[in-house]
Nanobody, 124 residues
Framework: QVQLVESGGGLVQAGGNMTLSCAGS????????MGWFRQAPGKERELVAA????????TYADSVKGRFTISRDNAKNTVYLRVINLKPEDTAVYYC?????????????????WGQGTQVTVSS
């Protein structure tokens, strides 16, 4: 049974920093593209960042470039999202997803497995 478990969310003041983690089990982790998505109330789930199976390639939403960094440790079956200089508009539930076959990392439908999400709230 595949499981993705996010952790590291919480309440932080604007300008603060945070690291989210997503631990995978039940899958061959280094076969999968891993993505971080977020969903704010009343909005669609959107890609924040994604990383290739080897970790050599990454992509970011324009709104987070320079503030968010995605990385992975395949030996630990874990993907990370380091976020700095958080803004109130970053408030959302953050999800990690795993995709085995996709050429479009930003497409929600391309991801085979999802975690339960972790809430990030940024106060102004």
């Amino acid at each position: 049974q595949v499981q993705l478990v996010e952790s590291g969310g919480g309440l932080v003041q604007a300008g603060g920093n945070m690291t989210l983690s997503c631990a995978g089990s039940g899958l061959i982790f280094n076969w999968y593209v891993m993505g971080w998505f977020r969903q704010a109330p009343g909005k669609e789930r959107e890609l924040v960042a994604a990383i290739s199976s080897t970790g050599k390639s990454t992509t970011y939403a324009d709104s987070v470039k320079g503030r968010f960094t995605i990385s992975r440790d395949n030996a630990k079956n874990t993907v990370y999202l380091r976020v700095i200089n958080l803004k109130p508009e970053d408030t959302a539930v953050y999800y990690c997803g795993a995709s085995k076959y996709t050429s479009n990392w930003s497409k929600v439908e391309a991801y085979d497995y999802w975690g339960q999400g972790t809430q990030v709230t940024v106060s102004s």
